[in-house]
């Protein structure tokens, strides 16, 4: 159980939320929710103990799991002791243990301390905790052998996954797991929910995947009015209660608004008059009547709309039987990609899904030519301009400038400043925000102001590597629509599922065996997938029975 008390944090004249008293169960998942700056990441760190309220306190239970974005802390130690580390407890009586058996000489002090100490490590069941961490981690796809090494040799999605295998460990009472869906491939994703439905602590989770949240939340935490409110239900069913609320507190002030009006005229009329008594209780009853200020809420679209400045022809771009290999560490060769071949016509919004690690990234680098291929040929259609969005997008945006200066580069005439403004503020970088440092960006302003580059440049074939990693609901949302709605073509790597879902009409699949390429959208594509494993399942149904008659005969 996590308890929050009269718990307030503000930001000089900013407030984020104020007098918070509420208590998340155990047993109960919730989803907390917001826009970007809404402070979600900050009530977070407050009850992690990692930052202080400006009024107020919280309540976590002794042992809680924490998903920790920093990647980079834990370079020199073994990939399965990150995980041990995820029980604190036990991680500090397994260190005093070693040094003190490392002593020459043990005194008697010692001695009792060794004993002490096995009784704690037994307590937090020591004794089978690597057996268990070995397990989350296979589940999440780092294979056994990989175990032992330390977490450097890993790629920054692999260690991300570990972080989260840490969190996990040691059946911790309360999960904190912020974005815990970043850097994992959709079978990662399924495993991680299959996985949090059967947790029984409380769990609290922010996320930008609104199919996860669904999936996986009991109730919703949406920080809104300065405050927390929670709804029953997954993420769909708090946006339809949150609607009605608004609009029935809405409707009800509308009603108030008439009523003291009325009485406010009557006032006007007879205040000075003989019915000083009856004014006195009009007086009294627009009091009790006058509608109290609705907080803002803090909800904040961003306006994304993709247009052209010139259509490409009609096939805007072919794939001959590339290749791309790389030479890994203990000097064999792996084929990425193999006699791969596409056609994408103009106006295709290919969605590129498959695990990590299979060359989606590499596919999509070739494709905008910054990878040359190893063999095979790349031609772009007639006409065809390129709008990139990649994975590693904040290394492509320049430090030491403001963002409006950074997208003043983008742009040959530097005397569009109100353009400049305009797309600027359609992605939420109003009034000061626009001289906001870029090296001060976060992660989910860095993204919007690479899409605001995309629109201004008004390319026609948009490629966008993972676009949704730091992007709130509301920005997915509105780019899920954005390219519905664009007339060019676009190719997007993606594991949010409802964006595949909503704008894919193509699917680029990448299996680890082969790259499939399927035409038809992703509902389609499941379907197909299903159809064709119930294909082969009966066929070797029908083997097996074959083989059992001739086997009697």
């Not at 589940?139 to 890993?154: A, R, S, V």
């Not at 570990?162 to 970043?182: C, R």
């Not at 353009?419 to 503020?425: A, C, E």
């Not at 919007?448 to 008004?458: E, V």
Request: hydrophobic fraction near 35%; charged fraction near 25%.
């Amino acid at each position: 159980m996590i308890n929050v008390n009269n718990l307030s944090k503000s930001f000089g004249a900013k407030i984020l939320f104020q007098d918070i008293s509420t208590t998340f169960s155990p047993g109960n998942r919730y989803g907390l929710t917001g826009p970007n700056g809404a402070g979600k990441s900050t009530f977070f760190k407050i009850l992690m103990g990692d930052e202080e309220a400006t009024a107020g306190s919280v309540n976590v239970p002794r042992r809680i799991g924490i998903l920790r974005q920093d990647q980079f802390r834990y370079d020199e130690i073994r990939i399965i002791d990150t995980v041990l580390m995820g029980n604190e407890f036990l991680w500090a009586a397994l260190e005093e243990r070693e040094r003190l058996e490392a002593e020459d000489e043990l005194t008697d002090e010692m001695g009792m301390r060794l004993g002490e100490l096995e009784i704690i490590i037994a307590e937090e069941n020591g004794y089978i905790a690597e057996a268990q961490a070995a397990k989350l981690l296979e589940g999440i796809g780092i294979p056994k052998e990989k175990h032992c090494n330390q977490m450097k040799t890993l790629p920054t999605d692999l260690r991300f996954r570990v972080l989260l295998a840490q969190a996990l460990f040691g059946e911790p009472e309360a999960l904190l797991l912020d974005e815990p869906t970043n850097y994992l491939d959709m079978q990662s994703i399924q495993w991680l929910e299959e996985n949090l439905k059967e947790y029984r602590g409380t769990l609290l989770v922010i996320s930008h995947d609104r199919h996860f949240l669904n999936a996986v939340c009991t109730h919703i935490a949406d920080i809104d009015y300065e405050t927390v409110i929670i709804y029953p239900g997954n993420y769909d069913d708090m946006v339809v209660n949150k609607v009605q609320a608004r609009e029935r507190i809405e409707a009800e002030n509308l009603q108030k608004s008439k009523k003291v009006a009325q009485l406010q005229e009557f006032v006007a009329r007879f205040g000075a008059g003989t019915r000083s008594s009856q004014t006195q209780s009009r007086l009294k009853e627009i009091e009790r009547l006058e509608s109290a200020e609705l907080k803002k809420s803090n909800i904040q679209r961003p306006y994304i709309r993709f247009n052209i400045k010139r259509a490409s022809g009609k096939e805007a771009l072919r794939v001959e039987n590339i290749s791309k290999s790389y030479i890994q560490p203990d000097g064999n060769i792996l084929d990425v990609i193999k006699d791969f071949s596409l056609s994408v016509s103009r106006g295709d919004k290919i969605g590129v899904i498959g695990n990590n690690g299979l060359g989606k990234t590499t596919l999509l680098r070739m494709l905008v030519g910054e990878l040359a291929p190893d063999s095979g040929l790349i031609t772009n259609g007639y006409e065809t301009s390129f709008g990139y969005f990649p994975q590693d997008y904040k290394q492509t945006i320049t430090q030491g400038m403001t963002a409006f200066e950074w997208l003043e580069k983008m742009i040959d005439d530097n005397n569009n400043s109100e353009i400049i403004r305009s797309y600027l503020g359609r992605m939420l970088f109003s009034g000061d925000d626009a001289f906001k440092q870029t090296e001060q960006l976060s992660g989910g302003e860095g993204a919007r102001l690479i899409l605001a580059k995309l629109m201004m440049k008004q390319d026609n074939l948009l490629v966008l590597d993972e676009p949704t990693n730091h992007l709130d609901l509301e920005a997915v949302s509105a780019l899920s629509n954005a390219l519905v709605e664009f007339s060019g073509t676009a190719i997007f790597v993606s594991h949010d599922r409802d964006l595949i879902t909503k704008a894919a009409t193509r699917i680029i699949s990448f299996t680890g065996e082969t790259i499939d390429v399927f035409s038809g959208n992703y509902e389609e594509y499941l379907f197909s997938k299903k159809s064709q494993k119930i294909q082969i399942e009966k066929t070797e149904k029908e083997k097996l029975i074959t083989n059992k008659k001739k086997n009697k005969k």
